[in-house]
């Protein structure tokens, strides 16, 4: 079974503290992706990157950067965060080339900024 | 032409009943719809997907109808059960691509 797992279930931080947000996955995908999730938005994606150190911006990157120093992780960073990032933050992994093309997700963060 | 647009957004169905959630899309270029299902506190999960060579995708109480003229899709679910409470996400995206894009969700609740 593909496993995925976010370092924290929630977090707690206060407006201008830089934030990370780990990632792993255990399944050798080439494909890695950080996404933000809010009610009435569906997933929208912040970053992706389908090699180690190859990162490329999503839809909302404003705000965030990313890191990806082994294939199995991946990094999402908030340089000052603001109350407005305050959010779910859902990371997947997926195999390229795959028929199905399906993404693998974790539990998610839970991340609430004060 | 990047939206996937679904609806509705909420839907309560009584046990035994049939679920419906509708999306639809603009971009053409889209050959790979999958639908996600997430339970509180965890992360979606692949449930069903279809790709539009085919008009119809059943797997066990859970169909997809595509219907590409109109750039449309649907996830029925027959005898909707209490276990069924989740969000459902409807996507879409490119083989080949790196891009997938969801729908806003729809909160389905089947009464008991």
């Known amino acids: 079974d593909v496993k995925v797992t976010q370092s924290s279930r929630y977090l707690v931080k206060r407006t201008g503290e830089k934030v990370f947000l780990e990632c792993v996955q255990d399944m050798d995908h080439e494909n890695m992706f950080w996404y933000r999730q809010d009610p009435g938005l569906g997933l929208r994606l912040i970053y992706f990157s389908y090699d180690v150190k190859m990162k490329e911006k999503g839809d909302i990157p404003e705000g965030y950067s990313v890191s990806r120093e082994k294939k199995e992780r991946f990094s999402l960073i908030l340089e000052s965060a603001s109350t407005n990032q305050t959010s779910m933050y859902l990371c997947?992994?997926?195999?390229?080339?795959?028929?199905?093309?399906?993404?693998?997700f974790g539990p998610g963060t839970r991340l609430t900024v004060l | 032409q990047q939206q996937v647009k679904q609806s509705p957004q909420s839907l309560i169905v009584q046990k035994g009943g049939i679920s419906i959630i509708n999306c639809a899309y603009e971009n053409t270029a889209f050959d790979y719809f999958p639908w996600y299902q997430q339970f509180p506190g965890k992360g979606p999960a692949l449930l069903i997907a279809?790709?539009?060579?085919?008009s119809e995708k059943k797997e066990g109480r859970f169909t997809i109808s595509f219907n590409k003229s109109a750039k449309q899709f649907s996830l029925h679910i027959m005898d909707s059960q209490p276990g069924d409470s989740a969000t459902y996400f409807c996507a879409a995206s490119t083989t080949g691509g790196f891009k997938t894009i969801f729908g806003a969700g729809t909160r389905l609740f089947v009464k008991a």
């Open positions: 997947a992994s997926s195999a390229p080339g795959t028929v199905t093309d399906t993404q693998y």
């Open positions: 279809i790709r539009p060579d085919v």
